[in-house]
């Protein structure tokens, strides 16, 4: 029966092809003989990559019979152990017995809900096909849990919330930055994507109050499911409770310890190294992204405070009480979250903390490319000057001319000290495929 139940599900899959699914700017390679593993947080698409890729494949020409695409999420599968594995082998070659395994591509949506799910894997993967595609959910394997059950095997392909272009795309909204009537449309949509963020569903609700309920039940989820009961964590509350803070305070370097001698101000009790534990855990389910203060010291570098950006503004806005410099704060997460996805494979994101303050280093190695200050405007003269000052600072002791100042609306250019500042505003910033000061748009 569970053979049958198979073939069912693989016919099944197969009449829906092509998916009904909406493009992404990037999709899943597929082209290398290798495990493809899929992680990223939550809720920001992985199935539906998968069915990207699905679609790509069948209008490449291979034929949809040579695609076998199964959620093991079906409560039918519910009781399967390693062993039945072989059986949904067993039934593809009883459908398709002229069609050999080593053309097919496998597509396995929630693999590792089935204990011992590698060991099938990697044997599919060495004796019959080179074709495979493997995704998780955090609250059963993690990405560096995926590598190590996998034996190094995999090639890993992360998964983002959508960029700001594909938010736009979402929404049939022309992204063409040129014509004066789309400008007015983009600037709006923005504005609604640094609030709420980026998650595929979310993008598609009309109602903010359906936003926020729908936000409000992915951070809960991501907490008791891919925090408590992966890490079976004693500590519920307090976990929240310090998860907040560290969003609350996003755009500036997290002091744990500050953290810590708050909570026990109030009387409640936990350790520093539960703090940094759960911090790191947060980073691994793709909750925070880390950036390290800019050294040309390793030690340096580990010693210094570190800012953490959450994975998607709309977490943020949906579980904190707002602030009044809210906007700012979620301006420069959401000039971050464009930097991070767009950096190339060598790259790497810092900040720069002297006398004066830049907030993003674009570097390669050690050497800078980029020096961009995120502000949400110029008009404050004390803001003016903190931000100039800042970058300037900051292009003479690291030696990069490449100067940008990112702001909510504004496009000029400031003529300072013999050296470039180019000011954008986020819209048009957020739609650059690469550095927008060279006209990348």
Known sequence: MKKELFKSLIALSQSSIPFDVRPRDVLLPTDQDEIITIPGVRRCGKSSMMELAINALVSSGIAKEKIIWIGFDDERLASLTSDDLDLLLQAY??????IPLKDVYFFFDE?????GWELFVLRVFKSYCKHIYVCGSNAHV?????????RGWPHEQEIWPLSFHEYCNFLDLSTNIYLESNQAKLR????DFNRFGGMPEIVLKEKTVDKFRKLQGYFDTMLLRDFIEHWKISN???LRYFIKRVMSGIANPVSVHAIYNDIRSQGL???QEDLYDWLDKACGIYLFLRVTKFSRSIIKEHQALAKYYVIDNGLRTANLIAQTDDAGKQLENTVFLHLFRTKGAQEKICYYQEKYGCDFVVCNDNEVQQLIQVTWDMEDSETREREINGILAASK????????I????????????????????AWKFCLATGNPVHGSL
Not at 93 to 98: A, G, K, R, V, W
């Open 397 to 404: 002791a690291l030696g990069c001319n490449q100067l940008t």
């Open 142 to 150: 993690l990405s560096k849990e995926m590598k190590s059950e996998l």
């Open 188 to 191: 709006l949509a923005f504005d």
């Open 93 to 98: 070659m009883e459908m398709y017995p002229d």
């Open 111 to 115: 693999l590792p809900l089935i204990k």
């Open 236 to 238: 519920p509350l307090m």
């Open 269 to 271: 009790k936990c350790t």
């Open 406 to 425: 990112v702001t909510h609306d504004e496009e000029n250019e400031i003529q300072m000290n013999g050296k470039t500042i180019h000011l954008f505003p």
